[in-house]
């Protein structure tokens, strides 16, 4: 196996959040129709898959399709036990229609907050997308998951033209051990990449 | 042969490492760009993290030139750059975090997308971690 | 050699000619949608802000603090009759609202006026209106119809510009000071945010970062005075030295104060046993052949629970009290690589141990939000042990001590912490004690780089 001491981790941060790995589509499937189908639903949808399968991935792919497809998006993320839109829905000019909000992480607000951004879209007439582990309800538009077809793609996008330091075998391993966590999977590689760099030099014990 | 813009920056002396305190001093030219098509050019010296963590990122020394009209950036002619090296953080090859020095150069063209070299340097002598 | 691959020794750099932020936030290094674009939404956001607070302020002053300065500089003084007085009332939002009213005669000139008065807020539309009615009550207390025989009068002012007006009583309301503090607070945070928005518009993350650490840097002189930190991003440790020790230099504080973490289980005990009130109620009504079934249902698991937290309490209360402190000290800090350094340790308890021991310890902490987690992972990059003593006995009153040598490792990698990313480094005391669970205790301390001086 070869791995060059002075080689970035392919696995770092870096390169494996999301937008920074593009969007794996399956065949037949690219972002203009999943736009498209979005537009067609009246900008209402949701994305929706287990853990790490790519649903914040997926959103930064589409909006530069739905950008192009004529509609102005604003994207708002939640993080850990984040009840309450960080965004002032009356009063924030971003949200002057036409405007699409995509929410990522739209299951952690609390209900009355997902009451109130559903009457306030619908009134302002502003197209709502988004991502949930499983369906909040909206039009579905795409459900991800996480295959190995899709571990193996992106692992050899981001070794490049280098030769991994594991096998394909060790890749579905750490998928399943996983439960099919792709983030995690990628987190195990960072791992096992740093164990396999040849050493060199004087070691700190 | 390419017509990309490219950024070559050169380190004096060795080049690769320095010790806290140290001098670093070079010099960057941009390849394949007219003089009149230089808004304005940045150079940082800065360390930032790579790994499992979100990056963090630190300028230690920080120059813009703005072009005029009286005074353009001829971006062929070499410019030099000199800062004294900090103590810390030093470079470090570590098992989820690692910590990386370098030079990098940010041109502005009048037209287009912006430029950006980098050359990585090494501060401090800290060997790298052997894989656990 | 940690070099970038690219990198030759002929130094040529490798350039990027696509568009590249290093400081892309949640989409990797690829911002998604137009940079310019959501600028200037981020400037509208907050210019709606500030004039939104500008509006409110406006709105105060010309309705409240400008009639009031009126009345108090600009009105005529002069004196009137009571004719009359009332409460009038309204109905407002949340129920009756009452002002006083109190018909006065006064004379300006030859002319005599006449109408309802009391403060100048009387005058604008429903305006001076209150909840209390025993307020305006007792405004009305004040003043007695005029009595032929007393003469009785009162001062009262009047707007010679519109003599219709007049009041009697003049001042400010001090809560319309406190009222401005909402418009003011709408104003600093636009201003400050279209400020911040304008002064990073366009920039890059290199320079963004270098005019924050300049302006960081210009409050620490402007706060203390003293130079900037010699070694940025290694911590300060100023708490590790500031307990000297009695046999050597410093003594370390712990990482986590046993005491502190018994306090808060025993909070957590008390809240999880809150239920023991309904247990009470329930086990009552079995008693009295009147069982609540569903109570003793609901209440079953909830005691469960409660009795495992107690258990739980009880457990860490014997291992603290039971294992007595663990103090260590050191004979100097920070600490550098390459150096020597002496620690004591001292460990109470009448306790048998199978084994004790102290290790050097080095651990890197990543913290990362990708989507919706936050996601910390600590892992032990080094370990280094300073002592091991096995199969011993600390008797009651007395305690285990013992001094010990070591050395950093040349090569170590100094302390450091960012905001996402840490490296840290501690004195761990291990424990295997016979009939107690393993203990585990640390104590943090500071590693400089190798060319750091340290204090005397």
């Known amino acids: ?205 | 042969m390419s017509t990309e813009p490219t950024v070559v920056i050169r380190l004096d002396g060795d080049g690769s490492v320095y010790r806290p305190g140290e001098t670093l001093s070079g010099q960057y030219r941009i390849k394949s760009l007219a003089p009149l098509e230089v808004k304005a050019i940045e150079v940082s010296v800065l360390w930032h993290s790579e790994g499992k963590g979100d990056e963090d990122m630190a300028v230690h020394e920080f120059w813009r030139h703005d072009a005029d009209e009286s005074h353009p950036i001829d971006p062929g002619q070499p410019e030099r750059f000199r800062t004294t090296l900090p103590n810390s953080p030093l470079s470090y090859e570590g098992q989820m975090i690692k910590l990386r020095w370098c030079v990098r150069v940010r041109v502005f063209p009048s037209r287009g997308k912006e430029v950006v070299g980098e050359r990585v340097f090494q501060l401090g002598n800290v060997p790298p971690l052997r894989g656990h | 050699m940690n070099l970038d691959a690219r990198d030759e020794r002929t130094a040529e750099s490798w350039a990027l000619a696509r568009s590249f932020r290093y400081y892309g936030k949640k989409r990797g290094n690829r911002r998604t949608g137009s940079p310019l674009l959501g600028s200037v939404g981020e400037a509208l956001f907050w210019a709606v802000l500030l004039l939104l607070g500008c509006g409110g302020a406006i709105v105060l002053l010309l309705n409240f603090v400008l009639p009031e300065w009126r009345v108090n500089h600009e009105f005529v003084p002069t004196t009137c009759k009571v004719l009359d007085k009332r409460i009038a009332e309204r109905q407002g939002e949340d129920g009756p609202l009452f002002r006083p009213e109190i018909k006065i005669e006064y004379e300006v000139g030859s002319e005599t006026y006449r109408g309802w008065h009391y403060d100048i807020h009387h005058h604008e539309i429903g305006g001076g209106y209150s909840g209390g009615r025993e307020n305006a009550q007792a405004v009305l207390n004040q003043f007695a119809r005029y009595d032929r025989a007393k003469e009785t009068r009162y001062p009262c002012w009047y707007d010679p510009g519109n003599p219709y007006v007049a009041v009697l009583v003049r001042g400010y309301r001090w809560w319309i000071w406190l009222a401005f503090t909402v418009p003011a607070s709408f104003v600093v945070i636009g201003a400050g945010g279209l400020l911040y928005t304008l002064w990073h518009w366009g920039k890059s993350a290199e320079h963004r970062a270098a005019m924050t650490q300049r302006a960081q840097e210009r409050d620490f002189f402007g706060a203390s005075g003293n130079d900037p930190c010699p070694y940025p991003f290694v911590p300060q440790g100023a708490d590790m030295t500031n307990s000297p020790g009695t046999r050597l230099k410093f003594r370390l504080p712990m990482a986590k104060s046993p005491g502190w973490a018994l306090l808060g289980t025993l909070a957590l005990c008390v809240i999880l046993n809150a239920v023991s009130v309904f247990a009470v109620i329930a086990i009552r009504r079995h008693l009295a052949d009147r069982p609540d079934w569903f109570l003793t249902l609901c209440i079953v698991p909830c005691v469960l629970i409660g009795l495992g937290a107690i258990g739980i309490f009880l457990r860490q209360l014997l291992v603290t009290a039971g294992i007595g402190p663990t103090l260590v000290e050191i004979s100097g800090h920070p600490l550098q690589p390459g150096r020597e350094y002496r620690l004591f340790l001292s460990q109470s308890g009448r306790l048998t141990i199978n084994s004790m021991s102290v290790w050097l310890v080095c651990a890197e902490t990543a913290t990362y939000r990708q989507g919706t987690n936050t996601r910390t992972e600590t892992q032990e990059v080094h370990r280094q042990e300073l002592f091991c003593r096995q199969q011993f006995q600390i008797e009651r009153g007395l305690r285990f001590e013992t001094e010990i040598e070591f050395r950093v490792p040349e090569g170590a990698m100094h302390s450091f912490k960012a905001d996402h990313n840490e490296i840290n480094w501690a004195v761990a005391v291990e424990g295997d004690v016979v009939g107690w669970p393993r203990y585990k205790r640390s104590f943090p301390v500071i590693v400089r780089p190798a060319n750091g001086e340290i204090d005397p």
């Open chain 1, 1 to 205: 196996m070869d791995v060059s001491l002075t080689s970035d981790n392919p696995f770092c941060t870096r390169w494996v959040r999301p937008g920074a790995i593009p969007f794996l589509f399956p065949p037949g499937e690219n972002a203009e129709k999943l736009a498209d189908r979005l537009r067609q639903a009246g900008w209402w949808g949701e994305i929706t898959g287990p853990h790490g399968s790519g649903k914040s991935a997926l959103l930064a792919a589409l909006t530069a399709a739905i950008e192009r497809a004529g509609q102005r998006t604003v994207l708002v993320v939640l993080h850990d036990a984040e009840r309450r839109l960080p965004v002032d829905l009356r009063n924030d000019p971003r949200l002057r229609p036409p405007v699409l909000l995509m929410v990522d992480g739209y299951e952690q607000l609390s209900r009355w907050q997902r009451l109130a951004l559903k009457r306030f879209c619908r009134r302002q007439g502003t197209g709502l997308l988004v991502t949930a582990h499983d369906s909040v309800g909206l039009p579905p538009l795409y459900r991800t998951v996480a295959t190995l077809d899709v571990a193996a793609q992106i692992v050899a996008q981001l070794m490049g033209d280098r030769r991994p330091p594991f096998t394909p075998e060790e890749v579905s391993q750490r998928l399943s051990r996983r439960n099919g966590n792709l983030r995690e999977m990628l987190f195990d590689l960072y791992d096992l990449f740093e164990q396999r760099r040849p050493s060199a030099g004087q070691n700190m014990t």
